[in-house]
Structures are given as structure tokens and as C-alpha cells.
């Protein structure tokens, strides 16, 4: 049995590995180590929550302290990459896209196409996104579907330490730009890992459990809450697939459209919101491919459309969880 | 500074600034016929700028350009008849038809787009400089802005970043005059004279110079260039300059004095002033540049008529290379 460590222990090693492999791989952002201009030791946060501790030392010219300044080391970890480096950009929440984010969707995920083929762009950008640590409105979205609606850029969520390794390290190595959202309540979630090399391949969802009666898909850290419900439900004879898209672009269709045909129920779990979301997408696709299969109408598990409020009992409200994912499941059998 | 270059480097510099101009010059007249599709933002009067700066570089040297992209294009040795092509969206366009005027890109010759983003190229060369910085292999990034995208955050942001990081990068400003229509006069309260004041406050050196003197331009960016590949840091050059045409083809430029552009056509061009230069030194025949100008107009000519008889590209096109993998 592989050693047991944690997720963001996963995602650091993902990037030891890969800097090690390949001396064009540079991390770059803002206290990715730390202590930078101070009279103080360096590494003295290794990220804002230590998920780059220790990469410091081993790599000083290749992990990068930037100023608070998004657009330009984000840019610039395009425009590197664009020039033959693999960077990786650490955009710290995934809420501060908005302070560079022509830089991704105008730019990196873009320059393939427009410039006839010719451009490769192996940038990998790393971000935080989730609630439940009342961090409120612009500490805990989880905006990933405004990622995966620009063609050019992959987005992967991972949920769970080894397929954070893996896929992170498939992410690095991949050609395209690749952004990489790692649900921050996940960062301390212990699982096997193994210490060697691997790569998990970008677009294949991971089929957590099957079972004949309901398909449900869920992302990140929603996928424990599914295996909770899951479980519950068993009891009562009702028996869940539960299928870990892990990248929503690519998407693994043929998983989801060949789990729905088996079961005909589909109950998406998003921690983002059912507007023009993940959620919507997965209920809109399965409703014009594999229609004939469905014995009932799709239920989407959301946050409600409102900015992640602060105080706790609100938060909670605001979080699906395996009541609410219980809940639609039985709606399903009704 | 002229004694400097052999007579070579000054009629491949002056060939470049004719390029450019029968490039543009052609490109306006075709629009207004109404052929052409898209947007097009002109570089006329702007040469000396894009060639004096680029005739230091080489193609490991990467330069980012903006949506009047076809000066900074063909200074860094793209090819006339692919870009006129791309602009006309043809198969044969330096980027299959699908990036057009304001993303003409050639990334073997180190250019790394036109770009219809204002403010889009600080950052990326800001990247592509720390490439050059951690691969040690003393090429630099240079990136082209005009004095509207002096304004952009992405801008500042990158004169910072590229101070912190000391990289070889060259901020090349081409003061026009006019953002579109406005001028730096109301955009800027310092700077409002010279812009290049603002980046002294992010400690890099910083100078304004005659945009349209080949040579000042080129002495300029020799000076900023080798500081840059000897690990000396940043440089902003501001190039005082002015265009022809409107912001884009079709503009009626109504913010414009008239003969603004007649006077500095007949006065103050780039071109006119260099073969000036050149030929009263005793450096270069008129004739020689005369023979460029007649070789150059074919070429733009054979340019058009290629461009014109190239076929649209295949439907396939349309989903391709979105991805390098999907």
C-alpha cells in the first residue's frame, strides 16, 4: 500500500517531480515562497497556505516571488511559456481572475488558434476556489465554468490527493494552457499517493463507484459529499454511480452519457452556481444525447445564485451537501 | 551613429522603413475599396520606430506588438506576402487565415503577435524576457505600446515587475499623439509632455527621443538592447511619432488639425529624412534608394496579387488547433 499524505503535499510534490524532470518547468507568483527583499530566511510561506514549501530551497532561480501584481506575473507566465519555459502561475484564489484575466482567455488561450497552429503554450495556472472557511464573497467562489467556457484553456479539478498528483503533473506536461483549481477544504484530505512519477490523463472521468439506479456526477469536493449520500442511500436499496469528471474541459461525455443509459436518473452536484454552470451544462448535454434513456427529469444540486455569504449558518446553507444530494437523488426515484 | 552601420545595414534599414510604408500604403488603398475584411490599423509614418529598434535584434529576440501590428511585423522579417495575405484571410496567411491584421504572429522570427488587446503586450514580454533571463542566453524582449496603452495597468504592472525581476526587456512607447482620438494631454498628468517621466519614478533608465530620426530611434534602442543582454536591467525609450492614417481605417479624424498629416508627410517623414541623411553624408547613392523603392513596390504589388488569387482556407480549418491535444 502507497503511503498515505496530503493533498496539498500531493500538489507539491506534483511540482518537485516535474521541476526536477525538466528544468524549463518555473513556478511563479506571489509568496509562492516567501520572505522576498526581507533580512528573514526565504521560503517563509512557500504559498499562502505552504503548498510550495520546500521548493524554494530546492530550486531558488526557477520558484519566482512576484509583487501583487497579477496581470503581469500571470502574463508573464503565459509569455513564458509562450517561449519555450512550462510555467506554472499561482493565481492565489481563483476569485482574483478578474485582475488578469485577458491575459488567459484573450491571450494564452488563444494564440493556437489565431496564429494558424503554430503557437504552443504550455502554461499551467494554479488556484485556489471553494467555501467553508467563511472567507465570504470574494475568497470562496469556485468560478471554473467562466474558464471552461473560452476554448483553448483545460480546466482541471481534482478531489482527492492522487488525483491532484497526477493531474497536476499531466498538466505541467501538457502542450496546452492548462488551468488547475485545487477546493482549498481538500488541501488537508489525507489519501494513498505513490511516491514515484505519474500522470493522470486530462479528460478521463474517474468512476468513483457504480451502481444501477442514479448517475451522479460531482466535482472536487463535492464528490465526498455524493460517496456520504451515496451511502445513506444504499441502505435504502438505492444504488448510486458517482462519476469525478476531474477536467470539465475536456469533459468526458461518453462516461457520463454511457452511466445515464445504464441508469436513466442524472443528479449533477456543483459547488458553483446552476446558471450557466458546470451543472446546467451536464443536465443540457445528457438532455439532447441520450434523452431516451432518462425515466426522469435531471436534478442539479447548486449553490443558490447568491454571492458566498459570511456568517456561518449562511454558508452552510448556501453549500450543497449530502442532504441536499440525498434529497435530489429520491426526487429521481419518485 | 550613422558611421556605425555599414552601407548594407543602411539600405536593409531603409528597404524595411520602404516595406512598411508601400505595405501600409497599399493595405489603405485596398480597404477603401471595400475589400478587405475586418479592422485595420495603419503604421504609416511610424517606421522608423519598428526598424530602428528592430535592426538590433535577431530571432531569438522576442518583440509584442499591438493592433497596428504590420510595422512591428515586417521590421522583425515576417513575410510581406504571407501577412498581406492573412490581412485579405486567406489560406495563405502567415496564420492560415484565422488570426487576421490584428493577430499576425510569427513566432519563429521571435514575434509574438499583433494583439488586439490594448495593454496586452507588457506582460508577455515580461514573460518571454524571464525566459531569456533564466535560459542565460542573452536574447531580450522587446515590446512595442502606444501612448494610449501607456494608461493600462497591465503596463505599469510590467515596468514594476520588470524592475523587481531585472530583466532584459525594452519598453518601446510610440507616442502618436492620440489614443484613438485622445490625447496624452487629457490622459496624463504626469507624462502629459513625456511619458517616458513616469517610468524614471519605476527606476529604469528612461529617455523620449525624435520617433521619426532612424537614427536617434536606433541609437536609442542599441543603447537599451546591449545594457539589457549585459544583465543591466530594463529601458523604456519613448519614440515620438506620428501616424498617417486614422486610428483604424475609416475614421474620419475630426480630432486632427488639418495638414497635421500633409505638413509631417512633407516635412518631418521618416523615410525622407533618412534617405536625407544618408545621401548628403555621401553614404548611400539616391539611386540605390530609388532602385529599393521601385523593387519594393513590385513586391508589395506581387504581394496583393497573390493575396488576392489565394484561396479562403478549408472549412477544416475552422475546428483545428484550438488545442495542441484535446
Request: proline share 5%; charged share 25%; net charge negative.
Amino acid at each position: 500500500m502507497a503511503r498515505k499524505i496530503m493533498f496539498k503535499d500531493a500538489i507539491n510534490e506534483a511540482m518537485r517531480l516535474e521541476m526536477e524532470r525538466d528544468e524549463k518547468v518555473i513556478l511563479l507568483g506571489l509568496d509562492v515562497a516567501g520572505a522576498a527583499g526581507t533580512d528573514q530566511p526565504r521560503d517563509a510561506w512557500g504559498g499562502v497556505l505552504g503548498v510550495s514549501k520546500g521548493l524554494y530551497p530546492l530550486f531558488p532561480d526557477r520558484v519566482i516571488d512576484t509583487p501583487i501584481s497579477e496581470s503581469a506575473y500571470i502574463g508573464a507566465a503565459v509569455g513564458a511559456s509562450a517561449c519555450g519555459m512550462r510555467a506554472i502561475g499561482e493565481l492565489m484564489f481563483s476569485d482574483f481572475m478578474g485582475v488578469c484575466f485577458d491575459q488567459l482567455y484573450n491571450q494564452a488561450a488563444k494564440f493556437r488558434y489565431m496564429f494558424g497552429g503554430k503557437a504552443v503554450t504550455p502554461v499551467t495556472i494554479r488556484t485556489m476556489i471553494g467555501a467553508g472557511f467563511s472567507a465570504a464573497a470574494q475568497h470562496s467562489q469556485s468560478p471554473y465554468s467562466m474558464f471552461a467556457h473560452v476554448p483553448g484553456m483545460k480546466c482541471i479539478i481534482p478531489s482527492n490527493p492522487y488525483d491532484a498528483k497526477g493531474l497536476l503533473a499531466a498538466s505541467i506536461e501538457d502542450d496546452d494552457p492548462c488551468v488547475f483549481f485545487e477546493h482549498k477544504a481538500l488541501y488537508t484530505m489525507k489519501g494513498e499517493v505513490p511516491e514515484e512519477h505519474y500522470t493522470i490523463p486530462l479528460g478521463k472521468a474517474n468512476i468513483v463507484q457504480e451502481g444501477k439506479d442514479v448517475t451522479i456526477v460531482a466535482l472536487a469536493r463535492m464528490v465526498q459529499f455524493a460517496e456520504k449520500a451515496a451511502k445513506k442511500l444504499a441502505k435504502d436499496g438505492i444504488e448510486c454511480t458517482i462519476i469525478d469528471p476531474r477536467t470539465i474541459s475536456p469533459m468526458d461525455w461518453n462516461a457520463i452519457y454511457s452511466s445515464v443509459e445504464k441508469t436513466g436518473r442524472l443528479v449533477v452536484v456543483d459547488e458553483s452556481y446552476d446558471l450557466c454552470g458546470v451543472a446546467s451544462d451536464v443536465c443540457g448535454h445528457v438532455a439532447q444525447n441520450v434523452f431516451g434513456a432518462l425515466k426522469a427529469a435531471p436534478q442539479m444540486v447548486t449553490a443558490p445564485f447568491v454571492p458566498t455569504p459570511f456568517a456561518s449558518n449562511l454558508e452552510a446553507a448556501y453549500l450543497p451537501d449530502a442532504n441536499k444530494i440525498e434529497a435530489a437523488v429520491r426526487k429521481t426515484m419518485e | 551613429m550613422k558611421a556605425q552601420l555599414s552601407k548594407e545595414d543602411l539600405l536593409k534599414a531603409y528597404r524595411k522603413m520602404r516595406e512598411i510604408r508601400e505595405f501600409e500604403d497599399r493595405v489603405h488603398v485596398e480597404f477603401a475599396k471595400g475589400t478587405l475584411p475586418g479592422f485595420v490599423h495603419l503604421y504609416s509614418g511610424e517606421e522608423a520606430v519598428a526598424v530602428g529598434v528592430c535592426e538590433h535584434l535577431n530571432d531569438l529576440d522576442r518583440i509584442a506588438s499591438t493592433h497596428r501590428g504590420h510595422g512591428h511585423c515586417i521590421a522583425k522579417g515576417v513575410e510581406l506576402e504571407g501577412m498581406m495575405a492573412e490581412i485579405y484571410g486567406k489560406k495563405t496567411g502567415t496564420c492560415g487565415g484565422k488570426g487576421g491584421s490584428m493577430h499576425i504572429a510569427d513566432l519563429d522570427k521571435g514575434m509574438m503577435g499583433a494583439n488586439g488587446i490594448v495593454g496586452a503586450g507588457p506582460p508577455l514580454i515580461a514573460g518571454a524576457a524571464l525566459a531569456s533571463k533564466l535560459r542565460k542566453d542573452g536574447s531580450v524582449g522587446v515590446v512595442f505600446f502606444g501612448d494610449g496603452a501607456s494608461n493600462q495597468g497591465t503596463n505599469f504592472e510590467s515596468m514594476n515587475f520588470a524592475v523587481t525581476l531585472d530583466l532584459p526587456m525594452i519598453f518601446v512607447l510610440e507616442n502618436n499623439g492620440y489614443a484613438e482620438s485622445t490625447s496624452p494631454k487629457y490622459s496624463a498628468k504626469v507624462g502629459s509632455d513625456n511619458i517616458a517621466d513616469r517610468a524614471r519614478g519605476f527606476g529604469m533608465p528612461a529617455v523620449t527621443v525624435d520617433g521619426n530620426d532612424f537614427f536617434a530611434v536606433y541609437e536609442a534602442a542599441g543603447e537599451a538592447i546591449e545594457r539589457a543582454r549585459k544583465g543591466g536591467g530594463p529601458t523604456f525609450i519613448e519614440c515620438k511619432t506620428m501616424r498617417y492614417f486614422g486610428h483604424f481605417e475609416g475614421d474620419a479624424q475630426t480630432y486632427r488639425p488639418k495638414d497635421e498629416v500633409k505638413g509631417a508627410r512633407a516635412n518631418d517623414c521618416p523615410l525622407k529624412r533618412f534617405a536625407a541623411a544618408v545621401t548628403s553624408a555621401g553614404l548611400v547613392e539616391a539611386a540605390e534608394l530609388e532602385a529599393i523603392d521601385k523593387s519594393v513596390l513590385d513586391q508589395v504589388e506581387k504581394a496583393v496579387k497573390a493575396a488576392e488569387a489565394a484561396p479562403q482556407p478549408d472549412l477544416d480549418a475552422l475546428m483545428a488547433d484550438v488545442y495542441v491535444s484535446y
